[in-house]
């Protein structure tokens, strides 16, 4: 048996990791000098509600230690698992690959370590397929290739609006110009961004982030974000014109939690999406 494993910065919904049987393990998110684990002892709702008023409380986030994600290892092994794929963020954005690497050595059976080369939900994606692959009997090694795919083929549209707040994380430094006009549309395929547009109201703003979904012309599958609640008219926005597509679109809603949205901020929108597997 397979057992598909990630961790909380891929944005993966618990409802959704229930029904493919992926394992996520919470990332350390320090909040005013208060460690939490993402999804555990911190949700996304109690993330937020910690700027109210306008407050921008210091954020910061650290990956999950070597020693527990061998404890997720291990609780795999126990259940019944010969084999486990792990897929993470991609290790330009995190060292959590190096403690899963460190991990594995401490576990007795075959741990298989896939680099998304993304972040954010575009990890939950590469992790579905593999999941999915797995689910219909297939080997690790096809499992590690359907992720390593998607993870590739994988794109994303998203605005961020509190600037200053993403410039002070420092994982948009190089995609930010100092001056602009209007919100920006951030974008790219395979965790390669730039600015695609800029746009002044929430209608065109979200007819320029779900333009590149459907540029293909493919079935897509799309997951659509939802961060702080100011961001729902974007959701709601996006959800809409994909359910109008002409192409079939399949749509998941995930929330931005704290390991995302310390790089992000309050206002951040968008999503998502990859050719459906024929």
Same mark, same amino acid.
Do not use: K
């Given at each position: 048996?397979i057992?598909?494993?990630?961790d909380?910065?891929? !944005?993966?919904? +618990? ?6 049987g ?8 320090t ?11 911190? =949700? ?8 109210e008023?306008?407050e921008?409380?210091?954020?910061? =986030? *650290?990956?999950p ?13 126990a259940a ?6 792990? &897929? ?22 075959p741990?298989?370590?896939?680099? *998304?080369?993304t ?12 999941? +999915? ?5 297939g *080997?690790?090694?096809e ?10 083929? =994988?794109? =994303?549209?998203? &605005? ?7 410039r ?6 190089a ?13 790219g ?6 600015v ?5 109201s ?5 007819d !320029? ?21 100011a961001?729902?008219p974007? +959701?709601e926005g ?8 002409s ?19 309050p206002? +951040?929108a ?5 050719p459906?597997?024929?």
């Amino acid at each position: 048996m397979i057992r598909v494993i990630t961790d909380s910065a891929s !944005q993966m919904p +618990t409802t959704l990791a229930a029904r493919l049987g992926v394992d996520v393990i919470p990332v350390v998110v320090t909040v005013d000098g208060v460690d939490y684990h993402e999804g555990v002892d911190l =949700t996304a709702d109690e993330f937020w509600r910690r700027f109210e008023g306008g407050e921008l409380p210091a954020v910061a =986030t *650290s990956q999950p230690s070597p020693g527990t994600i061998a404890e997720h290892y291990r609780a795999a092994a126990a259940a019944g698992a010969t084999e486990i794929v792990s &897929v993470h963020v991609g290790a330009e954005h995190s060292g959590t690959l190096n403690s899963a690497r460190l991990a594995a050595a401490e576990v007795d059976i075959p741990v298989h370590l896939v680099d *998304s080369g993304t972040a954010s939900f575009g990890v939950a994606c590469a992790a579905w397929e593999a999941a +999915t692959v797995a689910a219909a009997g297939g *080997s690790a090694a096809e499992a590690i290739a359907r992720a390593e795919a998607t993870a590739a083929q =994988t794109g =994303t549209t998203f &605005v961020i609006q509190a600037l200053d707040f993403a410039r002070q994380g420092g994982r948009f430094s190089a995609v930010l110009p100092d001056e602009h006009d209007g919100v920006m549309v951030i974008g790219g395929m395979g965790g390669a961004l730039d600015v695609l547009s800029t746009g002044t109201s929430i209608d065109e703003l979200c007819d !320029q982030m779900v333009a590149p979904f459907l540029e293909s012309g493919r079935a897509i599958r799309a997951g659509v974000a939802l961060a702080d609640p100011a961001t729902l008219p974007f +959701t709601e926005g996006i959800e809409q014109r994909l359910r109008d597509a002409s192409v079939a679109v399949d749509i998941v809603r995930y929330r931005v939690g704290p390991s995302i949205a310390a790089h992000t901020g309050p206002g +951040t929108a968008g999503g998502f999406w990859y050719p459906i597997a024929e």
